[in-house]
């Protein structure tokens, strides 16, 4: 069974700090890229960070929103990708979902081949 599960969300006051986390199983994951995206309920999804499936080299991307505040990595050994939020704003409230597509990169906001169930970031004071 695919299992892409979230973890690390909560609350945080703004230009806080947080670590979200994605455990994968049940896919070859090192052959897999891996995603970020956001959703805020009424809206559409946004894209956030995307990281390539090679484990040297890895190829990164951020959306320009997030650019300079937020950091993507993988661990292949524990299957797991990290995302290290930083100077967190009011308008990085959203779920955030982790997401996974075959093959050497993928990016944008919607076509992966896996989701998680998402894990909920508030920003607020």
């Known amino acids: 069974e695919v299992q892409l599960v979230e973890s690390g969300g909560e609350l945080v006051q703004p230009g806080g700090s947080l670590r979200l986390s994605c455990a994968a199983s049940?896919?070859?994951?090192?052959?897999?890229?891996m995603s970020w995206v956001r959703q805020v309920p009424g809206k559409g999804p946004e894209w956030v960070s995307s990281?390539?499936?090679?484990?040297?080299?890895?190829?990164?991307a951020y959306a320009d929103s997030v650019k300079g505040r937020f950091t993507l990595s993988r661990e292949m050994g524990k299957n797991a990708v990290y995302l290290q939020m930083n100077n967190l704003k009011p308008e990085d409230t959203a779920v955030y979902y982790c997401?996974?597509?075959?093959?050497?990169?993928?990016?944008?906001?919607?076509?992966?081949?896996?989701w998680g169930q998402g894990t909920q970031v508030t920003v607020s004071s």
């Open positions: 990281i390539s499936s090679s484990a040297r080299d890895a190829y990164i």
């Open positions: 997401a996974a597509d075959y093959g050497y990169y993928c990016t944008g906001p919607e076509g992966y081949d896996y």
């Open positions: 049940g896919f070859t994951f090192g052959s897999s890229a």
